[in-house]
T-cell receptor, first 113, second 113 residues
């Protein structure tokens, strides 16, 4: 069963607007969450993370929001740029009990001019 | 430059012909792992290693072997490849417990006919 789900396989956004990528999880023990970005023919690269003790973390144009009661996190990109076009994976870990990351299925973001 | 290298990048082979995909990192990381990426399934962990001579199964280990004789190298071995192992493979490394600095290799696209 998929413990981390990204229900939107793709998203298309105009340059300058906000991109919102969503991720849901089922395991209430997850306490650390990350977003990775992947360009074609490259490996994923770390983008931003959030611990379960927070509900928001910002890094420049990227903000991750965590709603623990809904078991939901989202990544906001403002403003979106064409260079943000990539596949985005969310990942989660039960950090205090395991050294393992569980990845979602990915969302392909396309930012058009 | 911090780097995870994988070879080969592309491989087409036939069912049953043993193959090895090499992975090497230059960051002195203890933790290394192998993932496969499949459409609709995201990244799934095959095997991981927490240090030299310490390896363990991930979520989808069937049909794969690994070894960790040196800290920098973590080869993935397919003793008898089958078509369902056609996939995109990523090696990754990081310090134990430090998810934000997990580095992925560029990927190996394997086709088994």
């Amino acid at each position: 069963d998929q413990q981390v789900k990204q229900n939107s396989p793709s998203l298309s956004v105009q340059e300058g607007r906000i991109s919102i990528l969503n991720c849901d999880y089922t395991n209430s023990m997850f306490d650390y969450f990350l977003w990775y970005k992947k360009y074609p023919a490259e490996g994923p690269t770390f983008l931003i993370s959030i611990s379960s003790i927070k509900d928001k973390n910002e890094d420049g144009r990227f903000t991750v929001f965590l709603n623990k009661s809904a078991k939901h996190l989202s990544l906001h990109i403002v403003p979106s740029q064409p260079g943000d076009s990539a596949v985005y994976f969310c990942a989660a870990s039960d950090f205090h009990n395991t050294d393992k990351l569980i990845f979602g299925t990915g969302t392909r973001l396309q930012v058009f001019p | 430059e911090a780097q995870v290298t994988q070879n080969p990048r592309y491989l087409i082979t036939v069912t049953g012909k043993k193959l090895t995909v090499t992975c090497s990192q230059n960051m002195n990381h203890e933790y290394m792992s192998w993932y496969r990426q499949d459409p609709g399934l995201g990244l799934r962990q095959i095997y991981y290693s927490m240090n030299v001579e310490v390896t363990d199964k991930g979520d989808v280990p069937e049909g794969y072997k690994v070894s960790r004789k040196e800290k920098r190298n973590f080869p993935l071995i397919l003793e008898s490849p089958s078509p369902n192992q056609t996939s995109l493979y990523f090696c990754a490394s990081r310090l134990t417990g430090v998810f934000d600095e997990q580095y992925f290799g560029p990927g190996t696209r394997l086709t088994v006919t």
